[in-house]
Structure formats: C-alpha cells, structure tokens
C-alpha cells in the first residue's frame, strides 16, 4: 500500500545565483554586484522544503537538467526528506536557474533562465504520483499541466490550492477563470490580487470564480483571507529581511500546514505571518526555511511580548 502523503507539489526546481547589489539597476544602466552564491529555489520546491520542515509529508513533482546543478538541487530537497522520485531528469538540457538581484533591504529581482526542463510534462503526472495525497499545491508556470493536475485532483477528490504570480499569468490569462472554479484556495500578492482583477473585470470573489477562499499576502502588513465566511486579516511580523526569496512560497507551505491540521483562520494566518518573516533572514530560499520548533517560538515571543531572537534554525 502507498503510504500517505499530505501534499504533493507541483512546479519547478531550480538554481538560484544570489547576487548582492546597492541598487536595482534601470534601463542602459550598470551596478556593481557581489556573489553570494548558487543556491536550490524554485517555487514547487521551496514550498516543499517549507512543508517538510513544519512536519508535514511532500512529494515533488518537477524536472531538471542532466547537469551538476540540477543534481544539486534535487539532493537538496530529498535532504529534507520530500519525496523526489517523480522529479524528471531531462536529458541534454539544463537545469531551470534564476538570477536574484537581492537589495540591502533584502528586496529581490528575479531573472527567469527557463530551459526545457522549467516544469514538469503531462506526461510526468501519472497515477504513481497522485497516489496516497491529500492535497495538490501548483503555480502557473505550465497552464496545461495546471488543467490536467486540477482536473485530475477533483476527480480524485482531492483539495487543491493555486499560488499565481503576475509573470505567470501572462502565459494564459483567458484560462484564469476557468483554472479559478477548480480550486479551493487562491494564493495572490497584492499586485497578484491587482493582476487577477485586471484580467476578470472585477476583484476576485470567493465562491463567484470558483475559489472557495483566496488568501493575500500583504508584505510587511501581514496577510488576509477572504472567503465566503468573511474577512480575517492577521498582521505581519517585523523582521530585518536579508533574502525574501521564497517568503511567499513558505507563507503557502504554512499556512496548507495548518489547514491540513484543522486550524482556525485566523492561526492559519498568524503561523504564515510568522513562517515567512523568518525565511527572510538568511541567505539562500531553501536555507531560510524554518522549522515548525522556530515558528512556535517566534509566535509565543510576539504574543509574551519578548524581543524576537534569531530562532530560524532551532
């Protein structure tokens, strides 16, 4: 018998090359960039490193290259223990690698090297790797594998939860509403929110599009839900950020992590909130990933009132 699986995700692995700059550089323009280094990203899999660290169990479904960096990558996310056994390898191709631009206050930018081996082939969802999960996680880097997995999930039975990106949305924009009636929770940043209401005509409603609840994070602000229940919004927790690559892929691994265990929205929001502040604080998306010990602490030092102690790696 297949053992259980709590989420499986869908999307890429890649390599991220962090450099340092002092300002972002405009057009016709150069800066001057320090490297930090060559570190494993990618949306799918630092939402499944994220999932692994809080207890929950993953499976990954992504490709990579036939290079030294995509076998970086992948030994990176098995480390944590998420099942990587249906993460393709593609022959004579590259690895999916991006280039962050990370500015003092740990802001990024993010330049796309996309090869054929950025997202998974619909050939590579096959029934082994739906087998035993609970709930299917996706971005929209692939809009027909995003159809085929949310298809495929609601006739499984299965819960379903979309984390969409303004340069994703690009790819299929008059698929949006239709992708929307098959998912139950709706991942957005506020120009996320902004680009899905330029595209439907109007602001994203829960239960109208499909999407039963639709969860925007707010940066520093915190984080809000919206749902056919209502409105509940949980404040941020200030941090000095260093790198918030994968912030938001943590604050979905999060916040699935406590709807999976039946938690209040209100939790669900305030252990995202605190999630995704303390990935901020070290350098590399995967290495900033805390653990569930560290997101408990972080929260009872917010709630006793004590100063915030580095406790991203406890």
């Not at 390898?89 to 090869?115: H, N, Q």
């Amino acid at each position: 018998m297949t053992p259980g699986v709590d989420v499986l995700c869908i999307g890429d692995l890649d390599m991220d090359l962090l450099v340092a700059v002092s300002e972002r550089p405009g057009s016709d323009e150069k800066v001057s960039g320090r490297r930090l280094g060559l570190m494993p990203g990618g949306m799918a899999a630092n939402t499944a490193v994220a999932l692994a660290r809080l207890g929950r169990s993953v499976r990954l479904l992504a490709a990579i290259g036939d290079d030294a960096e995509g076998a970086t990558a992948l030994a990176s996310v098995a480390a944590d223990g998420v099942d990587v056994s249906h993460v393709a390898r593609r022959t004579g191709t590259d690895t999916f690698m991006c280039i962050v631009l990370l500015a003092p206050s740990g802001e990024k930018t993010l330049i796309r090297l996309e090869t054929e081996a950025f997202m998974p082939r619909l050939s590579d969802l096959t029934p082994a790797s739906l087998a035993g999960v609970r709930h299917v996680h996706l971005s929209y880097g692939s809009p027909e594998l995003t159809a085929c997995a949310l298809a495929q999930a609601r006739r499984l039975g299965l819960s379903t939860s979309l984390d969409l990106e303004v340069p994703d949305l690009k790819r299929a924009p008059e698929r949006l509403a239709d992708f929307l009636q098959l998912v139950d929770v709706l991942f957005l940043n506020r120009a996320g929110w902004e680009a899905v209401s330029d595209i439907l005509g109007h602001a994203p409603e829960p239960g109208t599009e499909g999407s039963g609840t639709i969860v925007v994070t707010l940066g520093a602000d915190g984080s809000r839900q919206v749902s056919t229940d209502g409105v509940e919004q949980a404040p941020g927790m200030p941090v000095e950020a260093v790198d918030t690559t994968g912030a938001g892929d943590c604050f979905a691994a999060a916040y699935l992590a406590r709807l999976l265990e039946g938690a209040p929205v209100r939790e669900r929001l305030r252990f995202a909130n605190a999630a995704a502040a303390l990935s901020t604080q070290t350098f590399g998306a995967h290495a900033g990933m805390p653990l569930r010990a560290a997101v408990e602490a972080r929260l009872s030092d917010k709630e006793l009132g004590r100063p915030h102690t580095d406790y991203a790696h406890a």
